[in-house]
């Protein structure tokens, strides 16, 4: 590389070149007549991303002259991307958020109110799974995009190895199972499989499977929108986790990612996960996928909870707002919803949609909607419910003291205790 | 046209040359630090830009001042200044002098060197965190196979292994550029100087300690304060390994001001911990900029 | 020149060996998962060498993603950051070096200080002061915000560098009759090039690894995505293919690699190369 500073008509030229290069890069984008902007972390994911995909090119296909910008921002990064853009004054037109982060923006107002919409557009909101959580002060901020139950994804080979012949379905039989199959193979100290796979490096891991424990020793997070932590059944649920911890049976510092892929690689027994996990198992290797099983949690209710939601900013033109609502009716509308239904293996959020010919076609499906249907009914959201806008705070306060009970060895009366007056403090 | 070869002169032509740098600073970090400290003096959660603002207070610096949470972050952030800048010296000082002899391979074994500088951190730190795993990490497996260690080390969830972890993947991530800067240094360095020496009958340490050291002094200076504010400031590598645990043992400033701005939302109290960060870093910048970056000569 | 003996060889070559093995380890292990079927990523007992290599899976990226696009984008924003960086940089440290400025240092210190605020408290008002200029999704918002982040080291390197430099030369230049901006470029540029060398790596490697401002200001313009934006995006929800992000991280670390090539010699030029008399 010869010294840059040789010659300063050179070093002009280059530069205009630069320059008109750049110009036409971020020119390159076509220009429309009108272009909406979605951002959103599933785009490119297999299923709820090929739906998201079908939704896109039916509203491009009726409203001819408008296209939707879609770009990807990855699941980790996309809260901060979302505030930036917010706070920035830039928000996308069509706005798709997690359930559990879209408080904050609608508490500051920064959602627009679906309410007039929904209305208008006679759109029938009845049982539409987890529609509740998108309330907020009066007012319908999003609509529910997804709601799902919990499962337990379970190696059956390594269950019968051990002399289990069918999956837990409760505590004791879970612990029993988890006993049996954590074992070291090859003698060389090292535990090789392990029987409970829990992401414990995982602050949201943490809380949803500690909250399965919790609820099916008759607890809960949060009582009447304020926080019951101090409570028997969530110290149960405390103890329990525990109890698994203590004997070794979790895989220490794992997250969720790496649990799912520990478990298809065949060196967890059981793990307790969204349907999600399904579409995991899908990509292990063909002798693994024929002994990867689903099945009904081990805990009553199930764990299940919203997911994400869609929604517009309240500071649009009219007209943009007229049509990221369009887009949005399409996205609820029955067909669209049932086509949700087939390409994310889950059922759809809206009520009434007649699912036969799924089931049918892929036997989980009425797992699926078992799970759903106990955790709704139950009320269950992974999202406790008083505590939205604290989420965050909350989840790292959970994730702290139940790590302090695991590591320090404390009681869970006392890290129930702390736990009460941490959260309290938030409020 | 002005000489500025005159002396008289000279400065002006000095401020000229400078005028960029200032510039480009001036227009694009004050008006953040502007509106940091602004936000730093309001209670609230989410600070808008262009709304209005709430009336001023010092109740974000209070809490902090008065939060365990803040103190804990402070001597966690110095514990590995000192300690990743300290080891990152003696390992690139090392290395640059290793690369500098003769010897067959030099430039492939100058590109390895500089290799963990090439790779993007959050990998780095992925890879780190796979072979750090306390279950079926290969680290922990060697260590176990060759007897050094009988039960694995949960790096993770240690508090002190945690600190070593990240500190070793952040010497790890953060040594080249000073093995880079150096080997630079070292190149400046008159060969006379060495053979004068010898001639006085000064052996190797002599040498290094006589005629290395003292002339690299202006590029160590440079380089230990380009790694401390590095270390103050990094997140990835923190945030991929332990995102500040376990119980808060690597939660440094940056990890805090972040928690605090983008989770939490309380971006009074985060602009609070950024503003004091912003301090503490000018504070020792001037310190060590006083004492090792004045000319040698 | 002192010549080593044999033992001194011997002691040379184990420690670079060794050094270099300790040292490596990780790349090698990325190489490994890199080419690990995305099935058996976390084999253990850990394997050395996977069962069943998937050489494709380099070929395999570039068939599914704009890797190219990506590459290119990144180069650009590179080079006119290395531009940009340098010539502001090499000014200003010249400045703090040969001339004792009344507040000098406290310029010094001004040009520091991006480097003192943490990234997180940047980026909402970056955001906004490239929204109101209009150039968000424009890579030049990017190239202006690295450059901003390098000039603080890049400054501070060059001036530790040519605080090592005698200044006989300047001395003579001066009585020769050169003027002052010739005197940087004729007279200690050419016997900079180890500093220039480092400090043009340095610019080259940070904005090429950035990740947080192409981030805030390019995610919506996906013709403008950088090579850590683009892997980035390949973390999926639920699971992530590492064997793919591995290799993608290590085809991105290429250009990075030649670079340093192309610069070593000159980062061990030696004083003595380019002193013209």
């Known amino acids: ?109 920064w959602l627009e109110d679906l309410g007039p919409w929904i209305a208008e557009a006679n759109l029938d909101l009845t049982n539409w799974s987890g529609q509740s959580t998108c309330q907020w002060d009066g007012k319908t901020v999003c609509l529910m995009m997804l709601y799902t139950g919990y499962v337990m994804a ?98 220490a510092d794992q997250t969720s990612g790496e649990v799912r892929q520990l478990f298809i690689e065949g060196k967890i027994a059981t793990t307790v996960d969204g349907p999600w996990i399904y579409n995991t198992m899908k990509t292990a290797t063909p002798e693994m996928q024929s002994v990867l099983k689903l099945s009904m949690p081990p805990g009553t209710p199930p764990v299940g909870g919203t997911s ?82 604290q989420f965050n705070e909350v989840q790292k306060i959970f994730f702290e003291e139940v790590q302090r009970m695991l590591i320090e060895g404390r009681s869970p009366e006392d890290a129930a205790a702390a736990l009460q007056t941490a959260v309290e403090a938030t409020l | 046209m002005i000489d500025f070869t005159a002396p008289r002169h000279r400065a002006k032509f000095g401020y000229l040359l400078l005028g960029p740098a200032v510039v480009l600073m001036a227009a694009i970090i004050v008006y953040p630090i502007l509106l940091s400290v602004s936000i730093s003096m309001q209670d609230v959660r989410i600070a808008r830009i262009g709304g209005e603002s709430e009336p001023w207070t010092f109740d974000n610096y209070i809490g902090l001042f008065q939060s365990a949470e803040f103190w804990e972050a402070c001597w966690i952030t110095s514990k590995f200044v000192l300690f990743v800048g300290g080891v990152s010296l003696v390992i690139a000082l090392a290395t640059a002098i290793l690369v500098n002899q003769k010897f067959h391979g030099r430039s492939a074994a100058r590109l390895l060197v500089m290799l963990p500088w090439a790779v993007p951190e959050v990998v780095a730190t992925v890879i780190w965190a796979w072979m750090l795993d306390s279950s079926f990490g290969v680290v922990n497996w060697m260590l176990l196979r060759l007897g050094l260690i009988s039960a694995q080390i949960p790096f993770t969830s240690d508090p002190t292994a945690a600190f070593f972890a990240v500190s070793f993947v952040m010497i790890w991530k953060g040594y080249p550029m000073m093995a880079i800067m150096l080997l630079a240094g070292l190149q400046s360095i ?29 590029v160590i200076g440079v380089a230990l304060i380009m790694t401390t504010l590095w270390v103050f400031r990094d997140f990835a590598i923190i945030n991929v390994l332990t995102a500040g645990g376990p119980l808060g043992s690597t939660t440094t400033l940056s990890i805090l001001t972040f928690e605090k701005s983008f989770a939490f939302f309380r971006m009074g109290e985060g602009a609070a911990v950024g503003v004091i960060t912003l301090i503490i870093c000018a504070i020792l910048s001037r310190g060590m900029i006083g004492r090792f970056a004045r000319s040698v000569h | 020149m002192r010549t080593r003996s044999l033992p001194g060889n011997i002691a040379v070559y184990a420690t670079v060996g060794a050094v270099l093995i300790t040292l490596l380890f990780p790349i090698y292990w990325m190489v490994i998962t890199a080419l690990s079927p995305s099935n058996q990523l976390r084999s253990f007992p850990p394997r050395f060498w996977p069962e069943n290599p998937q050489f494709n899976v380099f070929s395999d990226i570039l068939a599914a993603q704009p890797f190219g696009l990506w590459m290119v984008n990144t180069l650009l924003i590179a080079l006119a950051t290395l531009i940009l960086s340098l010539t502001v940089s090499i000014l200003a440290a010249y400045a703090l070096s040969r001339h004792n400025l009344r507040g000098g240092e406290s310029v010094g210190l001004f040009i520091l200080l991006a480097k003192m605020l943490p990234a997180t408290l940047l980026i909402i008002p970056l955001f906004a002061i490239f929204k109101s200029m209009g150039l968000v999704g424009n890579i030049w918002s990017v190239v202006i915000a690295q450059a901003t982040m390098i000039v603080p080291f890049a400054t501070w390197m060059l001036k530790g560098y040519f605080d090592t430099l005698p200044h006989e030369l300047e001395q003579a230049a001066l009585v020769d009759g050169c003027s002052p901006l010739g005197i940087i470029f004729r007279v200690i540029l050419p016997i900079s090039a180890p500093g220039l060398a480092a400090t043009a790596l340095y610019c080259f490697v ?37 064997n793919v992000i591995m290799a993608a991280s290590l085809m991105a670390s290429v250009p990075i690699i030649l670079v340093f090539l192309v610069l070593e010699r000159f980062l061990v030029g030696g004083l003595s190369a380019g002193a013209e008399k």
Not at chain 1, 22 to 49: I, N, R
Not at chain 1, 67 to 89: C, L, N, Y
Not at chain 1, 207 to 225: E, H, I, L, P, R
Not at chain 1, 323 to 350: C, D, H, N, T
């Open chain 3, 206 to 242: 940070i904005s090429w690894s950035d990740y947080l401002f192409a981030r805030t200001f390019l995610s919506t313009s996906e013709s403008t995505w950088t090579l850590s934006m683009g892997i980035a995006s390949m973390k999926g929800e639920f699971t992530t293919s590492w």
């Open chain 1, 1 to 109: 590389m010869q010294p840059k500073f040789k010659g300063g008509t050179e070093l002009a030229k280059l530069k205009s070149l630069l320059l008109g290069t750049c110009a036409a890069l971020a020119l390159a984008a076509p220009v429309s007549a009108e272009t909406l902007t979605f951002v959103s972390w599933m785009k490119g994911d297999p299923g709820y991303g090929d739906w998201w995909q079908e939704v896109i090119t039916e509203f491009e296909k009726t409203h001819p002259g408008t296209t939707i910008e879609w770009t990807k921002v990855a699941r980790s990064d996309f809260a901060d991307t979302m505030f930036t853009m917010f706070a920035g004054d830039n928000p996308p037109d069509i706005v798709h958020l997690a359930s559990f982060e879209f408080a904050p923006f609608a508490n500051e107002g």
């Open chain 1, 154 to 251: 379970y190696n059956e080979a390594m269950l019968a190895e051990n002399g289990i012949a069918a999956p837990p379905t409760n505590w004791d039989e879970y612990l029993e199972t988890a006993r049996a199959t954590t074992k070291d193979n090859d003698g060389d100290g090292v535990m090789d499989t392990y029987g409970v796979g829990i992401a414990l490096k995982d602050a949201a891991g943490l809380m949803y499977a500690t909250q399965g424990f919790v609820q099916d020793a008759g607890g809960s997070y949060t009582v009447d929108g304020k926080p019951a932590f101090n409570t028997p059944g969530v110290i149960e649920g405390l103890r329990r986790l525990k109890q698994l911890y203590d004997e070794k049976l979790i895989p």
């Open chain 1, 308 to 389: 994400n939601v869609v929604t517009m900013p309240s500071d649009l033109s009219d007209e943009k707002k007229q049509l990221v609502w369009e887009f949005i009716q399409i996205a609820a509308s029955e067909p669209f919803q049932k086509r949700f239904a087939e390409l994310g293996s889950s059922p759809a959020p809206r009520a009434g949609i007649d699912y036969a010919d799924l089931i049918a076609q892929e036997p989980y499906f009425s797992l699926f909607i078992e799970s759903n249907e106990a955790a709704s009914s139950a009320g269950i959201d992974r999202l406790p419910k008083g505590l939205e806008l």
């Open chain 2, 190 to 218: 008159p060969e006379e100087q060495y053979q004068a020496a010898e001639v006085d009958g000064a052996g190797v340490w002599q040498r290094f300690f006589y005629v290395t050291i003292p002339n690299l002094l202006p």
